[in-house]
């Protein structure tokens, strides 16, 4: 249901159109070595479907930044292909880029909003860029800040912000546009636990709308809490690709309700839930 | 249309926000563009004078009293058909004196004389100074003997009004070499500083321009803002700086052109001051644009 309405949402993409049943992440033999001689990722493979939600995590400096980095091409791998749904995005022309980063929602340990402008056009921003017109633009954006449960401080400027309603500004950002894949590196690693709960609870509410969610995180007790597909990297390779704690595709909702109900945001999360499905509804 | 107006609409967001290093970049601009448009009427001013200076050095040959006037034209002739004498003029008597008169300033001396002690003589203009000694020899031959052989029964000797013709010849010239690597100098020196204010500024925002390209802005998408920036910002330098000068030349320059040489020399050596706007104008936007477009190549780079 949810992704029949995204895919109206979202504009026919090269992208999209490649092979439906193609992954929306896959790499190849992906290694990575930095001037100097440094390898952050050694002979990396992995594969990751539509619709997944997937944790990447390992220890400082074992590469899952430098993997963050070439899926939205700001690196160029060593050796090895990357394809974002089918598509190698190595041999992508340099002109095609900013095509890619619209498709993928990226979100930061350090938010990277524009500080000079309003929480309403910094979301605006990413449609703007897009050429969205102004009347999507006026319906999207608040719905969207609905969504992440900042609707009453549209006007405010970053610095005027907590950190998580920072963070939530940025998640807004990379998602108004409704991309097909979400990537979000470290997304509460300067947050407090229960601020962290709740930028987690808004990443898996958008993954049930249908995007593909990669989250790197050094959480451990989180991503066991979790019960999702967990790719661990370890000096630059792949040490562990399993599901914690028997992940199924029922456990969907049941993972929802843990959420909310163990973190003890319970109120609120059924709250933001209503209103993602209205704004979905739209 | 719409995304013109937003780009347009972008880059005034900017100029608003960082309203210190837009005042700097525009101050910056202000000030190189008032030097420039003070130098240039300047330079130009300086160039005429001292090419008029060097246009009035001459060489007169005198000629005898006795000579007659078939002598003198034959004389003239042949001195005309030398070569690098672009003007060969008779100077009578009468109006050697007349010119001494007008030259001195104790007029009696000349009342006192009863006789007219001046010799009549052929004022030699060449086309450019420096053949002033080569034209002298030429007209006034040697013999072996290292005595004088004119070329003309009529010419006596050579003289010149002004004595110090070499010297006014090698300073002038000078004058030239040092106006113009000045102003070469101060060209460049406004370009790299205009320039740098405009990279100082788009660089405290490079985090901006970051976080852009991230969410998939095209470059151009990026850069059409700070572009429309940097005509903005050479457009106010660019007015003020001209401001400021027609200001300084109503007030300053105009009313010296009645008693100062100088200063009235500007008018006709001088470019016209609407078509000096206009190149300061054209330079200070085309600077400035250069500047942010050439800066932000660094920071598109994917």
Redesign the interface.
Known sequence: MARLRRNKNASPEPVRSRGRRAPIIELNDVTKVYPGGHMALDRVSLSIGRGEFVFLVGPTGCGKSTLIKTLIRELDPTEGSVRIAGRDIGTMPEKKIPQLRRNIGTVFQDFKLLPNRTVYDNVAYALQVIGASRHEIREQVPATLRLVGLSTKLHNFPDQLSGGEQQRVAVARAFVNHPPLMLADEPSGNLDPVTSIGIMQLLYRINKTGTTVVVVTHDREMVDNMRRRVVELYEGRVVRDEVSGGYTEESTTEFGMRMRAEMGVGADGERKTNGHGHSLAR | M??IL?FFSEAF??LR??GAPTLAAVVTTVVTLVLLGVLIPIFQTAQAKSDEVRGELNVHFALYDDATNAEIAAAKGKIEGLSDVSAVTFVSKQEALQTLKGELKDKTIVEELHTNPLPASLEVKPTDPKYLTQIEKEVMGTTDGGKADPISPAISNPFSRQQSTDKIEKVTSALKIVLTVLMALLVVASVMLVGNTIRLSIFTRR??V??????????W?IRWPFLIEGVVVGFLGGAVAIIILWIGKTTIVDPLSDTNSFAAAQHDATLAFPVLAAVLFGAAILVSTLGSGVTLRRFLR?
């Open positions: 719409s995304r937003f967001r900017a926000r960082n985090r901006e970051e976080v852009m390209r991230l969410v998939g802005a095209t470059r998408f994917v």
